[in-house]
């Protein structure tokens, strides 16, 4: 059983890589997640396949949607567009694509959030 900890302990920090590792006040990275929850040959697993819940979100649309490059550009665009609109641009379209980041910026009295502090932005 102490092997089977060490092993799964071990798998969890290699995957973890690349992944954020900090925590706020609502959220923690997901990291901190892959380190129990992973398909490591006998649990989260089916028919041979991981079904962890990082591995099936890191690669996803979701996993992914404040990383996009296009969606970055088309609200770039926008707010070249319509500079008197960019706080209202940024956090309309940053409710759907970094959810966590608008939560904890509101939560923290922020009004929106920007994309600077997404890209700046740990999680």
Sequence with gaps: MK??????????SLLSQNLPMNTSTLFSGSGNCVQCHIGAGTVMME??????????WR???MGNSSKDPLWRAVVSEEVTKFPELKETIESTCT????PMGLTEAVYNGAAG???DELKADPL
């Design 3 to 12: 092997k089977f900890l060490i092993m799964m302990f071990l798998a969890g």
């Design 113 to 115: 959030y920007s994309m």
């Design 59 to 61: 690669s996803s649309m």
């Design 47 to 56: 028919d041979g396949k991981d079904i962890s819940p990082v591995t099936l």
């Design 95 to 98: 409710k759907c694509h970094a």
